[in-house]
């Protein structure tokens, strides 16, 4: 997939515009990740739909791969695509309006530590964006992930949190508990024209459902 290179003071906000345009400023930040020993390269940093482009990256197709997020209280039934890091450093997000994206340098939906989905919200002439309603979720709401061999991973809604432009945010992305989880992240709040950008990121917080 890509060498080892350990990720180092990445200062990263995740790109999700009503242009679908990455825009760069403090807003995650991404050092010292004790779960991420990978750093994206130029050639691989790009959104890759999936499965059938996913050996592009070094992935192996026979190793669970996800490939849709469904949120029914939303209902929300999206394929994933496959992206990394920009050559800027931003965390990439999906090419268009209606797919969600997993951060292919963590680890996969179901796996130990945090997984990252990102979507978009607020598309460009009101056209809609699978985390155009990701607000409308709270804690105890169900989340699932397929992967490519058909079997579903399902997460459970711990928390929804707002982070401001230039909050503290290496939570979102460390987990040292052992456990699986999945984060999903989107924009939400003011836009503003003169940065491109919205105000805020909305952040879900959500654990695997252990089978008893």
Request: some cysteine; proline content about 5%.
């Amino acid at each position: 997939m890509q060498s080892k290179i350990p990720i180092k003071s990445f200062l990263v906000l995740v790109g999700l515009t009503v242009a679908g345009v990455i825009i760069f400023s403090p807003a995650f930040d991404l050092s010292d990740r004790n779960i991420y020993t990978q750093a994206a390269t130029a050639e691989s940093s790009r959104s890759i739909a999936v499965p059938e482009q996913a050996m592009a990256l070094g992935l192996e197709v026979s190793s669970d791969l996800p490939v849709r997020l469904k949120i029914p209280k939303i209902t929300v039934d999206a394929a994933i695509e496959y992206v990394g890091l920009t050559p800027l450093g931003a965390l990439d997000v999906p090419k268009g309006p209606v797919n969600a994206a997993w951060f292919k340098q963590g680890p996969r939906p179901g796996e130990a530590g945090s997984a990252i989905i990102d979507g978009h919200f607020g598309w460009k002439n009101g056209i809609p964006a699978v985390f155009d309603n990701l607000n409308a979720l709270g804690k105890g709401d169900k989340l699932y992930v397929e992967n490519e061999k058909g079997s579903t991973t399902a997460f459970i809604v711990r928390e929804v949190r707002l982070y401001g432009e230039h909050d503290k945010t290496s939570d979102v992305f460390i987990s040292s508990d052992g456990k699986s989880h999945l984060v999903l992240i989107t924009c939400e709040g003011v836009w503003n024209k003169k940065s491109h950008s919205y105000s805020n990121r909305l952040v879900v917080f959500a654990d695997k459902v252990i089978e008893e």
